[in-house]
Structure formats: C-alpha cells, structure tokens
C-alpha cells in the first residue's frame, strides 16, 4: 500500500475512535451530573442531558431497577461502553487495512 493511502487509513480511524470517545464522554458525564444531582435549570447541564438522552436513546429504558440512579447508569453507562467498543473496533479495523 501507499503511505499516502495508510495514512489516510490512519486519519479516518483516529476521527472515529475520537467521536467514539466524545459520546462517550458526554454520557460520562450526564451520568455523574445526575449522580451529584447537578443543576436542571443550568444551560449546560440541560444541553449535555438532551444530548445524552439522544445518544442513549436505544438503552436509556431499557432496564426497570427500582432506584431510578441505577437506572439512568445502567442505561447511560451501556449506551457508553457499546459506543467505545463498537468504535474502537471499527477505527482498528481501518487502520489495520
């Protein structure tokens, strides 16, 4: 192969193993802003809470526990394991061809 082709390669996999990583983050974060209880009327707190739920929104439901914290961390924090997972798996795959 080309070093000009690799290393093309090599971008395409580093940008979606960062974009992975920023969804990632976000439903990081809304996880801990909701565990500390963070500020509902804060500009912030509300754009990474409609940002997260939109991410989430395949596994935000998806399991019934009754405390409504291990709710939102088994379905955020899913959301965010399969993200990197899924990405990082995929970045590797075209970096290796």
């Keep these: 192969m080309s070093p000009r082709y690799r290393n093309g390669a090599n971008q395409?996999?580093?940008v979606i193993a960062v974009v992975a990583d920023v969804m990632a983050?976000?439903?990081g974060l809304w996880i801990l802003m909701y565990l500390l209880d963070a500020n509902p009327g804060n500009a912030l707190v509300q754009f990474v809470h409609?940002?997260?739920?939109?991410l989430a929104g395949?596994?935000?439901d998806l399991f019934t526990f009754d405390e409504a914290w291990a709710r939102v961390v088994a379905g955020y924090g899913l959301a965010a394991v399969v993200y990197l997972f899924v990405?990082?798996?995929i970045a590797n795959?075209?970096?290796r061809h």
């Design 12 to 14: 395409a996999g580093t």
């Design 25 to 27: 983050l976000i439903l």
């Design 50 to 54: 409609h940002t997260a739920t939109w």
């Design 58 to 60: 395949w596994s935000r």
């Design 87 to 89: 990405g990082h798996a």
């Design 93 to 95: 795959r075209i970096q």
